[in-house]
């Protein structure tokens, strides 16, 4: 009840309340809105979207080739024009922050630069319930350098009849098997269980060991405080288009820690937009990177889907940005949490961790004896959330555009779907 009341009382006095309309919420046939529970998979369209992507049409018309140096926004810095917004959504420096590419390309990019196998330290320790992107990219990685990825890639499992993995099995594995590891790259919030993990204490325990960290912060960028410069990661990677809004494959964010903004003598794969911006054009130079995570650039950037995604920083500035967020969804998750605790039935399992330190505002529900026609009661309810086989639902309640009644409809049509189910 305590939980309750206090998410109530938060709802009350709920900051964010008006920022909901800024995002345009699907309908179903009969133009009703439909409740929006995927965010952790693509975020809602903030209505901004389409002012700022008409600006660079109409600067395309009016300027053609010359709108990189005179378009309202020039388009040869234009990704300049994000990179505090975005520095400071996953607390970092700014020249540890880009914007390029998707988000496995940029893994790739990270691991071309920071895993460096060699016959005695080649290995990638990386969760057995990684999302698969990640798992392939990793084992290619290997496969690239001639190793085998059975032998190579090193799975961290929960233990049997376990969902999480334990932090001491973490730091088992890295005193364990730690001088043989090149790469920890670990999801820093596990995408199907919510799982957060603790990056700086990873970070601390497998440098103790030799071995460089990578995060993909695809669950965590825009959904909880990262303080990535903190972390002392040596690289984190995570795409725009779930907690950040930024729209359908928009591109993706890249960090690259301070330490290394000037190691010139990593081998990466180069491109032009890496190169020093002052001698770029002249196109005979030999490739002089630029110092931080900008010397990792390939090409130039698509200005269309970046002025999307400046539209959707600038909503998240408005609402005030992570910090403020971060305390409106910790109310909001708690209050879905309690509703369904209180459930009448006993087929219901939270699998996300409890308490709000180990997760985001993602709630991942395991339904006992359920399949997925249950969730399509639950779409046909007018409930957009998201099924993984066999039997668990995921539901990401966002403080940007999800309020506490959107959390109470939800729990009360579950709990309808599940009477109908028996
Ligand atoms: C969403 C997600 C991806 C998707 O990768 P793209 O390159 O953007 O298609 C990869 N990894 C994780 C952990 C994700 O959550």
């Known amino acids: 009840l305590d939980l309750i009341l206090s998410a109530v009382e938060v709802a009350l006095r709920d900051p964010l309340r008006t920022i909901r309309d800024l995002f345009y919420f699907p309908q179903n046939a009969e133009g009703e809105s439909l409740l929006y529970f995927c965010g952790n998979s693509l975020g809602l369209q903030p209505k901004n979207v389409r002012q700022y992507v008409l600006q660079e049409l109409d600067d395309w018309a009016k300027y053609g080739v010359e709108g990189h140096f005179h378009a309202k926004n020039p388009w040869m ?33 990270m691991m071309a630069s920071f895993y460096r196998p060699t016959p005695e330290r080649y290995k990638i320790l990386i969760e057995s319930d990684a999302f698969p992107s990640d798992r392939y990219a990793v084992a290619s990685q290997a496969q690239w350098h001639r190793f085998d990825p059975s032998d190579a890639v ?28 090149a790469l ?11 799982q957060v993990f603790d990056f700086k204490e990873i970070a601390r325990m ?44 928009n591109l993706a964010g890249c960090f690259v820690h ?9 081998p990466r794969f180069a491109g032009w ?73 006993d087929r219901i399992q939270i699998i996300t961790p409890a308490g ?12 006992r004896n359920a399949d997925k026609s249950l969730h399509e ?8 959330s998201d099924w993984r086989e066999p039997d668990v639902i995921r539901v990401a309640p966002v403080p940007l555009y999800n309020s506490f009644q959107d959390v109470a409809d939800f729990v009360e049509r579950l709990r309808t779907c599940l009477e109908v189910a028996g």
């Open 77 to 109: 810095p234009y990704h300049e024009l994000l990179t505090e917004q975005m520095a400071g959504i996953v607390g970092a420096m700014p020249v540890e922050t880009v914007v390029m590419n998707t988000l496995t390309t940029n893994l790739h990019l």
């Open 154 to 181: 090193l799975e961290l499992r929960p233990r049997s009849g376990e969902v999480l993995i334990r932090a001491e099995d973490i730091a088992s594995t890295l005193e364990q098997e730690g001088s043989k590891i």
């Open 184 to 194: 920890v790259m670990l999801g820093g919030v596990n995408y199907y269980t919510g």
């Open 206 to 249: 497998a440098h103790a060991q030799g071995c460089m960290v990578g995060f993909d912060m695809a669950h965590g960028a825009g959904n909880i405080p990262l303080q990535l410069h903190d972390s002392g990661a040596d690289f984190a990677v995570w795409c725009t288009y779930k907690y950040l809004n930024a729209g359908p494959g």
């Open 258 to 266: 301070e330490r290394h903004a000037r190691h010139f003598d990593l």
């Open 273 to 345: 937009w890496g190169h020093n911006k002052t001698t770029r054009f002249n196109m005979r130079y030999a490739f002089d990177p630029l110092p931080g995570a900008e010397g990792w650039q390939l090409s130039n950037p698509p200005i269309l889907s970046l002025a999307a995604l400046r539209a959707s920083l600038d909503v998240f500035t408005q609402a005030g940005g992570i910090g403020v967020l971060r305390e409106k969804s910790v109310a909001l998750t708690r209050y879905m949490e309690a509703l369904l605790l209180q459930l009448p039935t």
């Open 356 to 367: 709000p330190e180990q997760r985001g505002c993602q709630l991942s529900i395991q339904v």
């Open 377 to 384: 009661r639950i779409t046909a309810a007018g409930v957009i």
